[in-house]
């Protein structure tokens, strides 16, 4: 007689042989590693795209979006966007930022040629542990400047210096800049682009964000056109 012990061993057995024979492990060696740009073919639900990686002074890894010849338009059309972890890739409504990626990426590709630079500055550079930190002050009435201020951090910690350097990597000197924060624009031109044209950026307006958008429009110098 079987007893239920030995069925639940035979069990982790056959498991076991299982797991061994259809698992394969392929080491490269180091002596044939591949050196290549980190440039590539990135299809999305808006239209294809390449995307290439910059990874900075600290060892953030920041990227630029793009579709067509950058180098020889005259003016594409740019979006320079920070991460968003909430926004982006969870579809939080607290702020705009998704919509205004998936806005920006729908534009380029109806330019033809364009780019997103998007920068890993989440929070507006504070980070997210601080910036949840700042949701959680925001859930007991604070606005997203005081928020900030009371965790004795700025308001804005980012800094566009690496943007620049993307673009101007990529051939671009002169763009048309989707944004409603004039910080952006001045950011890129101490930092020796041209912004051409400033376009109004407004998307994914709702009721759970538009307290947020007033404060940026009221407080923070953004250039929104709120009802």
Known sequence: ???????????????????????TIQIRTPEEP??????????????????KVTIDEDGKEHCLVYAGDLKSADTPLIRIHSECLTGDAFSSMKCDCG?????????IQQE???????????????????KIQAYALQDQGYDTLDANLALGLPADARTYEIAAKMLKEAGVRKVRMMTNNPLKVKGLEENGIEVEFRLPHMSGVSVQNIDYLRTKNERMGHMLELE
Do not use: W
Not at 4 to 19: G, Q
Not at 37 to 45: G, N, Q
Not at 115 to 125: I, N
């Open 1 to 23: 007689m079987v007893s239920k012990c030995d069925n639940a061993k035979t069990s982790i057995h056959k498991y076991s042989n299982f797991a061994y024979t259809t698992m």
């Open 112 to 130: 033809g040629c364009g780019a997103v630079v998007y920068l890993r500055q989440e929070g507006r550079g504070i980070g997210l542990h601080s």
């Open 34 to 51: 591949t050196e290549i740009d980190a440039d590539a073919f990135l299809p999305t639900e808006f239209g294809n795209f390449r995307i």
């Open 99 to 107: 919509p205004q990626l998936q806005s920006s990426l729908k534009q």
